[in-house]
């Protein structure tokens, strides 16, 4: 039998891919988000920019900007009982609406 991977993106055949009609380049705007401390953010992971994913299992939680890193976000994330610290690029992070 062949061993099965354990490389970052396992298992993400079908979550990390692109619809049919979303493929081509992500808008750039994405990139040029700012977001300040204390702002709720949702985590959308973009298949089309490797840099700065976070890990799969955050795919499509909100959590709240809790710093900034470089060019990247930190990002807290409640998970089951335990707070979660994240750290994602603003391409991977949508603003959630008050």
């Known amino acids: 039998m062949v061993k099965a991977s354990k490389g970052y993106r396992r298992r993400t055949r079908y979550l990390m891919q692109k619809r ?3 493929r081509g380049l992500s808008p750039i705007t994405k990139r040029f988000q700012k977001f300040d401390v204390g702002e709720k953010a949702h985590i959308s ?8 994913q ?39 992070l949508g603003k959630v609406a008050k």
């Open 20 to 22: 049919a009609r979303a």
């Open 45 to 52: 992971i973009d298949p089309g920019i490797h840099k700065g």
């Open 54 to 92: 976070p890990h799969v299992r955050f795919h499509g939680l909100t959590g709240t900007v809790t710093g900034a890193q470089g060019k990247s976000y930190l990002i807290t994330v409640i998970v089951g009982s335990m707070k979660k610290q994240v750290i994602v690029r603003p391409e991977h």
